[in-house]
């Protein structure tokens, strides 16, 4: 079945370093979601990419599809302890009725 | 803004027991979504209904079912409940036009013992 697969499983990074996370599914994907999960909380909604290539911005985040809709990377410049949770990429399922297929998630810790 | 409403937030339940988890949509969204998430793992989908009908199924085990009721407000019924089903329940809404950017509720932390 389809499999989205994300790494790494933990990263530890010290305030002000930089951070990424990075997706691939084994089929091409219509869209991909990124959600954050903070701990003892819900996904929350970040971001959908839905064209091969496309590249968006979100103040210090930075989401891109790859160009077969096969990957994605969220990357956080100049990381803030606020940025401390779990990151999901999630593809939408092929059968098109908005299922997800979450990756296993990238948490991360901020060091003061 | 209004958000998902799931409840209860705490359930405590004894194996073989019953259970049933409840949620309301944001409103005018048209889909609800039920996933499982286990400690430490990413939300597994288990059902979800658009306008009100079974819209796509996944690993949700026989024991489960679910509806959505005429108001939009789903329920997950659980029964013959096992130590495994100990779990956060997360009901999810979105609006079929946005293509599918999912709202997610509190959850509902199911513990059985």
């Known amino acids: 079945g389809q499999q989205v697969m994300q790494i790494p499983q933990y990263q530890h990074v010290q305030e002000g370093e930089d951070f990424t996370t990075y997706c691939n599914s084994s089929?091409?994907?219509?869209?991909i979601q990124w959600y954050k999960q903070r701990p003892g909380g819900h996904p929350v909604f970040l971001i959908q990419?839905?064209?091969?290539?496309e590249v968006k911005k979100q103040k210090r985040l930075t989401f891109q599809f790859g160009e077969a809709k096969k990957n994605s990377s969220l990357h956080i410049t100049a990381t803030q302890t606020t940025d401390v949770g779990t990151y999901f990429c999630?593809?939408?399922?092929?059968?098109?009725?908005?299922?997800?297929?979450f990756g296993q998630g990238t948490t991360l810790q901020v060091k003061p | 803004a209004a958000g998902v409403i799931q409840s209860p937030r705490h359930l405590i339940k004894e194996k073989r027991e019953t259970a049933t988890l409840k949620c309301y949509p944001i409103?005018?969204?048209?889909?609800v979504y039920w996933y499982q998430q286990g400690p430490g793992q990413d939300p597994q989908f288990l059902i979800s209904?658009?306008?009100?009908?079974?819209?796509d199924k996944g690993s949700i085990p026989d024991r489960f079912s679910a509806q959505q009721f005429s108001d939009y407000h789903s329920e997950l019924n659980m029964s013959s409940l096992e130590l495994g089903d100990s779990a956060l329940y997360f009901c999810?809404?979105?609006?079929?036009?946005?293509?599918?950017?999912?709202?997610f509720g509190p959850g509902t932390r199911l513990t059985v013992t």
């Open positions: 999810a809404s979105s609006l079929r036009g946005s293509r599918y950017e999912q709202y």
């Open positions: 089929t091409t994907l219509s869209n």
């Open positions: 990419l839905v064209k091969s290539g």
């Open positions: 999630a593809g939408l399922g092929s059968s098109n009725t908005g299922k997800l297929i």
């Open positions: 409103p005018r969204h048209d889909t």
């Open positions: 209904f658009y306008e009100k009908m079974q819209s």
